[in-house]
């Protein structure tokens, strides 16, 4: 029997018609006389029905059938009996009776259901991958997944861009993360190494005159596991010649709403709203802040700077700042449940956490004796501070300071059901610092990659005051996940020497790590 359609795709549309499907049973029921037997495949499940009054021995077959049996089934498509559809089922309104059926293969008892419901442990699932993969979310993941690539490359080919696929064998070179090594057979103690990113490649591309390239293209970083970090992982890579900026935004937002409507049915507002890197900061703590809710971060520091707090004084004292937020409608939390969130703040590093609550009464803290009224009320203002709110402080380093209420933002918005799950939020993040100062290595490092360009205007101070600089970068977060970043690369050599310099890169080093690239920059790269 040849297969006609999938499982999951017959509908009422297809009443009356004889089909033939493939796939594994998910479930057998034996309901006096007839058998239900649910078949699965790629696509979904439909049920199928085995009357012992139709001719042939296929009833007796059924009984036959166990879970996770591969089977080929033909029957008539037919509607189901009043009162017993399945609205839980797209197929739910019909059903195949069955005339004939056979046994392709069977199948071991699985070590756990293949369905949504059961917990199974991510052990055995990984073991058993081949059976995790059946269940429904995982299929819908791959499904997905090749539905948005397809989409992808449907509206990079409309809007004229290459396909290239650049070598997976190639040279290290320093980009950021530590390099996969793969031994050299034929030139012993020499290796290759795997791409972090097709980079130095595609700057090739686009100085030999393919000015818009992709590919979807696998990455390999050795570096610590995480859950937004694999040592391995596949990205929409691109890259073009004589653009600035703007256009490459305005490219990425058409694209990203061609393909959440082809693949979702969601129209995404364009364009997306755009944050500089400092105030990203400032404002959230954290440079891919999820801009779902509020709970914006307010510096408190010249207010605090006139208390007799001890710890707030003293860390203004020594250059720290004082920073916060108003947690709507919490002045109700418990001393425990205070102390949970100091613990928690504890682990990004705090010293604490400072408290008051803005109730009926006035202001309530063990701290507000150091406070005079107006203070109070200078510091609930800024907060945008209401009764029953509670406001949280966190005095440090300003780094200690961002990385622990951007956390501890996240954790109360989740907990005030803040956040709109099925919502989309996207932000560009623009301007970023070039350069960042690495203290274990006593060096700059790149805070992007060595082939970002600098802003123009800021060329001249990568001697005077390289942290100054800031760079032709931007990253596109969705929902506080950063889902790509890109920049306007280096064209210039001269510009790409001073870059490696600065990187303390010195020139026999570049020589004999990017000799292509700096030589091809002497062949009219283009912008």
């Known amino acids: ?96 009776l069955a005339n004939q059926m056979e046994i392709l293969n069977i199948s071991k008892t699985p070590p756990f259901a293949i369905d949504e419901e059961t917990e199974v442990a991510e052990t055995l699932r990984l073991k058993y991958r081949y059976l995790d993969l059946r269940r429904d979310s995982l299929r819908d993941n791959l499904q997905f997944r090749y539905r948005f690539i397809r989409s992808v490359r449907e509206f990079l080919h409309e809007k004229g861009f290459i396909d290239v696929e650049t070598p997976f064998l190639t040279k290290s070179t320093p980009e950021g993360a530590r390099d996969y090594l793969v031994p050299s057979r034929l030139n012993p103690g020499h290796f290759y190494a795997l791409p972090q990113s097709p980079q130095l490649f595609k700057q090739i591309l686009m100085v ?43 490219l990425m937002e058409e694209m990203l709403k061609f393909a959440f409507k082809e693949t979702k049915g969601v129209d995404l507002v364009t364009p997306f709203p755009r944050m500089s890197y400092s105030d990203v900061i400032d404002r959230y703590g954290i440079d891919k802040p999820d801009i779902r809710f509020g709970l914006e971060l307010k510096d408190i520091t010249d207010i605090a700077s006139e208390v007799e707090f001890r710890v707030f004084k003293q860390t203004i004292e020594q250059k720290g700042i004082v920073k916060g937020f108003a947690a709507k409608g919490q002045a109700g939390l418990s001393r425990r449940e205070l102390d949970e969130l100091t613990e928690f703040a504890k682990g990004y590093g705090a010293q604490g956490l400072a408290w008051i609550k803005v109730t009926e009464n006035g202001f309530e803290s063990p701290i507000t004796k150091f406070f005079s009224q107006g203070r109070l009320n200078s510091i609930s203002l800024r907060l945008g501070a209401e009764v029953g709110d509670l406001m949280i402080f966190v005095a440090d380093k300003s780094k200690v300071v961002n990385d622990t209420l951007a956390q501890l933002r996240l954790l109360i918005g989740n907990r005030l059901n803040l956040i709109n799950k099925d919502e989309f939020k996207f932000l560009w993040v623009l301007d970023f610092p070039l350069l960042e100062w690495d203290k274990e290595e006593k060096r700059y490092v790149a805070m992007h990659h060595p082939f970002t360009s600098p802003m123009i205007e800021d060329i001249p101070f990568l001697d005077s005051d390289p942290l100054r600089v800031r760079a032709k970068a931007y990253d596109i977060v969705m929902n506080g996940s950063e889902i790509g970043g890109g920049s306007i690369r280096i064209h210039s050599r001269d510009i ?9 890169i010195g020139e026999e080093e570049a020589n004999v790590k990017f000799w292509f690239l700096l030589e091809a920059l002497e062949y009219g790269a283009p912008p």
């Open 1 to 96: 029997m040849n297969r006609t359609n999938y499982c999951g795709e017959i509908r009422k549309i297809d009443l009356g018609k004889t089909v033939s499907l493939k796939g594994w049973v998910h479930r057998r029921r034996d309901h006096g006389g007839l058998i239900f037997i649910d078949l699965r495949d790629r696509e979904g499940i439909v049920q199928v029905v085995f009357n012992p009054d139709r001719r042939g021995n296929v009833h007796s077959m059924a009984h036959e059938l166990r879970s996770e049996y591969v089977i080929s089934v033909s029957g008539e498509v037919s509607p189901r009996p009043s009162g017993t559809e399945n609205t839980k089922l797209p197929t739910g309104e019909i059903e195949i």
């Open 208 to 250: 030999a005159g393919f000015d818009r390239y992709y590919q979807i293209v696998k990455c390999f970083r050795d570096e610590d596991l995480r859950a937004d970090r694999q040592p391995e992982f596949t990205q929409i890579d691109l890259e073009m010649s004589f653009v600035e900026r703007e256009d490459v935004l305005s």
């Open 496 to 504: 790409q020497r001073k870059m490696f310099e600065r990187l303390g």
